[in-house]
């Protein structure tokens, strides 16, 4: 569905006039391509200490041009706020300062990101408050934010540090057009498991390169609900990134699944993901085919709308075994086969209506909610493995499921968000192919929402 | 004498296997496919193929395909399809026809040319459209046209269209009609079923089973992985999973209506005109090996025969009757050792016809020089996936259909298969395929 007031909004004379009488003003988003350019100014690097020193360090082996200090007048593509000494909340006012000076100068779809410290991980009142501190003030800043810009966060857990390589992965996603749409969000990350931070230092150009055009090359990538919208760019996104793709939908979806298989040069599976066996077929083509399953992103979804006063069991019962259930199943199976990879990734798809509810959505939002608590408590079991498994909750995003929504409402929708439009597919997929890549080999049980920082569930 | 035969088939240097198969749900003719071509049913089918087995800008050996109701102007139908398809522009394609048993013949000449290392894979198939049939003009107009295209004076053009007569003007449109002898396929096989004395309630009986057989099929995900929807339709439209011996009794006799016996061959327990495309991948083991594909069923032999319908009193579609004895021998098998067994069906009364001519010693001695009966078939192994009946029958599609169905339940449940196909002209073509375990 073509958001026609973000076309029009963005010629000169419509622009003006929008301007004039204060009505919204979004922004074509800076979008990854292969072959971007992560920064075409200098990227401002502030706040004091090692672990600033050292990421500045990295980022000039990046090929960008560092600042430690704002300089009148030079545009700025990004505001790289290290934070990760912060005890109290009087440490938060010079670098916060001159974050406020550079967010003058930033170019459109320019970036801010935060780097700093858990405040679960102290049991001082005053370091907790400078921890929890920065959030509010990043989340504000991203309010702020005009042009396409967005600021995010990166929060160090236990011994990660500002040059992890994982920390290195999300900050590189976060300064890329990649994450165009994630918006107000904070990625937890923990440190990368010694035994791959070697891989890794490649994968996310903290060996002083930069990062591979093809992060997943050599992948297996199983995507659920592949033949439309959502599904059809996520297979499209990974296949990009390198991964072999084996596209599943339901067999009633096979003339476009097939058509979707056969655009990323990967094979087509017609399968039920709520059958009994619907794992073992997986596992059965995966492993005859490839040998090994690295990467499945459970994104199969359906809605069955209705206010839970006329909700019936059949609408009730299939958003539950669509959603939720079959995910469970499937990845009890996965985790029990010798085929799924012992580095593997499961990114399963949530929804800002499991966060925050939604009207007439109770089936779908305890869907998916149940998924952000499944993928909470699976992150526990996986912790300290090779493993990872994150949700992905996408916000108003421009598909045929929201070009049903009436258009008055569609419309107010897309302007809720900081960026005051919806995202696209390819925002959604972009995020997952992050965080089924080795870059994000230290983030678990995450939930990113990808949404322009919309008001809903904030 | 049989382990001397059994020598002379293996002779073959390689093995040809099936390793999967793709189809269209078929439709009823003026259905969900009344204006898509063969060609662009025959790209949709290739185009599951590759997306199942992930062939895309594959070079595959060579893909072989026809169609029966062919426009002239797809006279290299199958490569114009490889071109429209995901495959590698690079694969080479050639059209094969012969009447219903195209699709078979296709798979029997493809494994031939993997057997003997010609090629290491191959597509083989076919598609139909009773829908988007091609219609001719008149002889006498085609004359005139072609007449005039030849001539040079204005003179010459005036006098050549002056012998245009109104009754040329009417086209002449595609029948099933055979050419030598002017009665459609059905009334031929009206006469055949008559001679074998097939009742009517045997005949509707077959039918039942076949939509029960492939109703049941559907249900248990048989065809997820043959099968890739088309055009909104999810599976074929014939099907008539609620049909019953009572409501088939109910429908008029189409067939046979002039004989002295009572008519007995329904729309019922006759195959619809249908439109449906049908591939089948095909490959050496070595290239099913280096792929990591699946191997379903080896193929083993193929037998063709043809009869003499016009001058002898042999039925038209009774070919495949003549065939199977020469193939079993050449293989040094009997009809018990068969598992399952995938017999067209045309009409009802063709597979009855042919049953009964196989368990006649007195017809296997005279016909086919046997020394008695050849034998029955167990009704439990026959068409156990459904067939034509249910399913429709887009002439050139059928062989597809049905290679690919039978080495599927051979992978599943293991033994040996036999495929008989009746076709116009009275021929037929008769093969073997067996389970890899």
Request: proline residues 4%; negative net charge.
């Amino acid at each position: 569905m073509a958001d026609t007031y973000l076309d029009l909004v963005n010629t000169p004379l419509p622009a003006r006039i929008a301007k004039t009488l204060g009505l919204p003003r979004p922004s074509v988003l800076r979008r990854y391509s292969p072959g971007e350019v992560l920064a075409a100014q200098p990227v401002l690097v502030a706040g004091a200490g090692a672990g600033a020193d050292a990421l500045a360090d990295v980022l000039l082996g990046w090929d960008v041009e560092v600042r430690r200090h704002v300089l009148p007048g030079e545009k700025l593509s990004a505001a790289v706020v290290v934070l990760d000494r912060a005890s109290s909340p009087m440490d938060l006012a010079a670098p916060m300062l001159e974050l406020g000076q550079a967010v003058r100068l930033l170019v459109p779809g320019g970036r801010v990101v935060g780097l700093f410290r858990s405040s679960a991980e102290t049991a001082d009142p005053a370091e907790a408050a400078a921890r929890q501190g920065i959030d509010g003030a990043l989340r504000s800043v991203a309010h702020e934010l005009r042009n396409g810009a967005t600021a995010n966060g990166i929060i160090l857990r236990g011994d990660a540090t500002t040059t992890d390589p994982t920390t290195l992965g999300a900050l590189r996603f976060l300064l890329s057009g990649r994450s165009a749409y994630v918006d107000g969000q904070f990625i937890e990350v923990t440190a990368t498991p010694a035994e791959s931070v070697a891989d890794l230092a490649a994968a996310t150009g903290a060996a002083g390169e930069g990062a591979p055009e093809q992060p997943l090359a050599g992948r297996t990538a199983v995507v659920t609900g592949a033949a439309r919208g959502i599904g059809a760019k996520i297979a499209e996104v990974l296949a990009r990134d390198g991964a072999r793709v084996v596209a599943v939908d339901v067999p009633a979806a096979g003339e476009q699944l097939a058509r979707v298989a056969n655009g990323v040069h990967g094979t087509a599976l017609q399968l039920d993901i709520t059958a009994p066996d619907a794992a073992e077929r997986i596992l059965e083509h995966v492993g005859q085919r490839y040998g090994v399953l690295d990467i499945v992103v459970h994104n199969a979804g359906i809605t069955r709308d209705k206010l839970l006063a006329n909700m019936d069991a059949p609408r009730w019962d299939s958003v539950i075994a669509v959603n939720i259930a079959s995910q469970l199943r499937m990845n009890e199976r996965l985790l029990a086969s010798p085929v799924f990879s012992a580095t593997g990734r499961i990114i399963s798809l949530a929804s800002t209506s499991g966060i925050a509810g939604n009207r007439g959505q109770s089936n779908y939002a305890a869907s998916k909610a149940g998924v952000i608590g499944m993928v909470r408590a699976q992150a526990a079991a996986f912790d300290g493995g090779g493993r990872t498994i994150n949700a992905v909750a996408p916000g108003f995003i421009e598909t045929d499921m929201t070009a049903r929504i009436p258009p008055l409402t569609r419309q107010v929708a897309r302007r809720l968000s900081s960026l005051q439009q919806g995202g696209l597919p390819v925002d959604v997929a972009e995020t997952i192919a992050f965080l089924a890549s080795d870059a994000a080999a230290g983030i678990n049980g995450q939930v990113v929402r990808v949404c322009g920082q919309n008001l809903v569930g904030a | 004498m049989a382990d001397q035969a059994g020598a002379q088939t293996t002779a073959s240097p390689r093995t040809a296997v099936v390793i999967g198969g793709n189809r269209i749900p078929f439709a009823r003719s003026g259905g969900a496919y009344a204006y898509s071509s063969n060609k662009d049913m025959l790209i949709a089918a290739l185009d599951g193929l590759v997306a199942r087995f992930g062939l895309q800008g594959e070079r595959i050996g060579e893909v072989a395909a026809g169609a029966v109701l062919k426009h002239s102007r797809d006279f290299n139908l199958t490569r114009e399809a490889v071109l429209g398809s995901a495959l590698s522009a690079e694969t080479p394609a050639y059209d094969l026809q012969q009447a219903c048993a195209t699709g078979l013949e296709t798979v029997v000449g493809l494994s031939n040319k993997i057997k003997l290392g010609q090629i290491e894979s191959g597509i083989a198939g076919g598609v139909d459209s009773a829908s988007d049939a091609p219609i001719a003009v008149s002889e006498g107009l085609r004359r005139v046209l072609l007449d005039l295209s030849r001539a040079k004076t204005t003179q010459q053009k005036l006098k050549t269209l002056a012998t245009l007569r109104p009754k040329d003007l009417s086209p002449n449109a595609p029948t099933t009609g055979e050419p030598r002898t002017g009665l459609s396929m059905g009334e031929h096989q009206a006469l055949t079923t008559a001679a074998w004395e097939i009742t009517r309630e045997a005949q509707d009986e077959l039918a039942l089973h076949s939509h029960r057989n492939l109703a049941a099929a559907y249900e248990r995900g048989f065809f997820t992985d043959l099968m890739t929807p088309y055009r909104g339709l999810t599976r074929d439209a014939n099907l008539r999973a609620d049909t019953s011996l009572e409501k088939l009794a109910t429908l008029k006799p189409v067939f046979g209506k002039s004989l002295d016996t009572p008519a007995t061959m329904t729309a019922g327990n006759s195959t619809p005109l249908t439109d449906g495309a049908a591939v089948v991948l095909l490959g050496s083991e070595e290239y099913a090996t280096a792929n990591n594909l699946p191997m379903l069923a080896t193929i083993v032999d193929a037998e063709a025969a043809a009869v003499d319908f016009v001058h002898g009193d042999e039925g038209l579609l009774m070919a495949p009757v003549h065939a199977l004895p020469r193939l079993l021998e050449r293989n040094g098998l009997t009809l018990e050792d068969f598992d399952f067994f995938e017999i067209h069906e045309a009409f009802a009364g063709t597979v009855l016809s042919s049953l009964a001519a196989w368990e006649d010693a007195a017809y296997c001695k005279r016909v086919l020089g046997l020394d008695g009966a050849l034998g029955s078939i167990d009704r439990a192994k026959l068409n156990v996936n459904g067939s034509s009946l249910a399913a429709g029958h887009p002439f050139a599609a059928t062989g597809g259909r049905i290679v690919a169905s039978l080495a599927k339940t051979l992978s599943e449940q293991g033994g040996r298969g036999l495929i008989s196909v009746c076709a116009a002209g009275g021929q037929g073509v008769v093969a073997i395929l067996e389970a890899r375990n």
